[in-house]
Nanobody, 129 residues
C-alpha cells in the first residue's frame, strides 16, 4: 500500500501563494501518475493537476493553468503543487492521489473511479478576498 501525506495548506490573501506537498510512504510513486483534486464546499471534486512518471506529461485544468506548477522530487518521493495568484475560488480541500494509469491524459475524469487508487487525507486551502 501507499500512504500519502498532504501538507502545506493554509490561509492566504487573494494574490498570494502556497506550496502543497504530497509525500508517499510504504512505496514509491514509480508505478503511478500523481495528481491533485480539490473540493470546495457544496461542489464536486475537481482534478486540477497531474504529473506522470511514464511519459513526463503534465496536466492542468483550465481553472489553474498558468498559475499552478506541479513537480516531483523522486529522491524524496514527494510531489509538489506550487500555487500562485490565488483567488477565493481556489478555496477548498486539496487531495493528492495516485493514478494507476501512470499518464495524465484522462486525469480528473470520474473522481470515484478505482483508477485513483490511493488518496491523501486532504489539506485545507482558504483564500480570503
Amino acid at each position: 500500500d501507499v500512504q500519502l501525506q498532504a501538507s502545506g495548506g493554509g490561509l492566504v490573501q487573494t494574490g498570494g501563494s502556497l506550496t502543497l506537498s504530497c509525500a508517499a510512504a510504504g512505496s514509491t510513486f514509480d508505478d503511478y501518475a500523481v495528481g491533485w483534486f480539490r473540493q470546495a464546499p457544496g461542489k464536486e471534486r475537481e482534478g486540477v493537476s497531474c504529473i506522470s512518471t511514464r511519459d513526463g506529461s503534465i496536466y492542468y485544468s483550465d481553472s489553474v493553468a498558468g498559475r499552478y506548477t506541479i513537480s516531483r522530487d523522486n529522491a524524496k518521493n514527494t510531489v509538489y503543487l506550487q500555487m500562485n495568484s490565488l483567488q477565493p475560488e481556489d478555496t477548498g480541500v486539496y487531495y493528492c492521489v495516485t493514478d494507476v494509469r501512470q499518464i495524465c491524459k484522462r486525469f480528473g475524469r470520474n473522481p470515484d473511479s478505482p483508477l485513483y487508487e490511493y488518496w491523501g487525507q486532504g489539506t485545507q486551502v482558504t483564500v480570503s478576498s
